[in-house]
């Protein structure tokens, strides 16, 4: 394998490693005034970012089984983060989105996050920042647009 790809895979393996270690997880629940589940805060914030999004479509996006995330969207559907609806082009599809509530416990985790990965970049400048956030939003592009080539060839 070619230096540089095994070692952004490397370092992929790592940065997703620590995003799914619970500790920051645990940290941010025990700030938070509703307890809620560490499966669920993925989802809400995925909810939040590009709801109303069906539960299938949900479940391509983090990787996980639809039966799984259907029982957590109808969980967060019960804490009162999210509603579900028929959708919108399709009345067959149950859409979750976030309602108000749900909006401002995403916000709660993105001002955790923010304050922990702030602590973890305190000596990048500004520029480097950019170049990251830039590069990564490039190679995800990327990323999603083989996984929508992928699933048009696999249809046909």
């Known amino acids: 394998m070619n230096k540089d790809i095994r070692d952004m895979h490397d370092a992929l393996?790592?940065?997703?490693?620590?995003?799914?270690?619970?500790?920051?997880?645990?940290a941010l629940m025990a700030d938070m005034?509703?307890?809620?589940?560490?499966?669920?805060?993925?989802?809400?914030?995925?909810?939040?970012?590009?709801?109303?999004?069906?539960?299938v479509e949900l479940a391509e996006v983090v990787g996980r089984d639809y039966t799984t995330v259907s029982r957590q969207v109808a969980r967060l559907d019960e804490l009162g983060l999210?509603?579900?609806?028929?959708?919108?082009?399709?009345?067959?599809?149950?859409?979750?989105?976030?309602t108000e509530l749900g909006r401002e416990m995403a916000d709660a985790i993105d001002r955790m996050r923010e304050e922990l990965v702030g602590e973890l970049m305190a000596d990048w400048s500004a520029a480097e920042r950019r170049d990251l956030a830039r590069l990564l939003k490039r190679?995800?592009?990327?990323?999603?647009?083989?996984?929508?080539?992928?699933?048009?060839?696999?249809?046909?």
């Open 13 to 26: 393996l790592d940065i997703i490693g620590f995003m799914s270690r619970p500790e920051p997880d645990v």
């Open 82 to 98: 999210v509603v579900r609806r028929a959708g919108a082009r399709d009345k067959r599809v149950r859409e979750a989105e976030v």
């Open 139 to 156: 190679f995800a592009a990327g990323m999603n647009h083989w996984l929508v080539q992928r699933k048009h060839g696999d249809a046909e």
């Open 33 to 55: 005034s509703m307890p809620l589940e560490r499966a669920l805060l993925p989802l809400l914030v995925r909810i939040d970012r590009r709801g109303p999004i069906g539960v």
